[in-house]
């Protein structure tokens, strides 16, 4: 059973910074991908950023492009966001997911607050 364990969020200005760390029950190359999505009240859950085991390549929706940056450790088996310029638009709770043919993982959700 996998387990991939978020943290990191929290209140902040808008303006401000968090990373996100994501922490996974076993090695992260065993994933096709590695990823985090969020989901607003009353929107549906959103790709915000993923990472490829092979060659890390890396994709980013548009509406984070410049702010974000996802990275990963893997002796420490976690992926990263870095989050910065928040907005009040970024309030969301966070989900780390991980990919395989087939199957995906979720964690439970860090949230995250952008608010004066």
């Known amino acids: 059973q996998v387990q991939l364990v978020e943290s990191g969020g929290g209140l902040v200005q808008p303006g401000g910074s968090l990373r996100l760390s994501c922490a996974a029950s076993?090695?992260?190359?065993?994933?096709?991908?590695m990823g985090w999505y969020r989901q607003a009240p009353g929107k549906e859950r959103e790709l915000v950023a993923a990472?490829?085991?092979?060659?890390?390549?890396?994709n980013y929706a548009d509406f984070v492009k410049g702010r974000f940056t996802i990275s990963r450790d893997s002796a420490k088996n976690t992926v990263y966001l870095q989050m910065s310029s928040l907005k009040p638009e970024d309030t969301a709770l966070y989900y780390c997911?991980?990919?395989?043919?087939?199957?995906?993982?979720w964690g439970l959700g860090t949230q995250v607050t952008v608010s004066s």
């Open positions: 997911n991980a990919r395989n043919i087939g199957t995906a993982y």
């Open positions: 076993r090695n992260i190359f065993s994933f096709i991908s």
């Open positions: 990472i490829t085991s092979a060659g890390a390549i890396t």
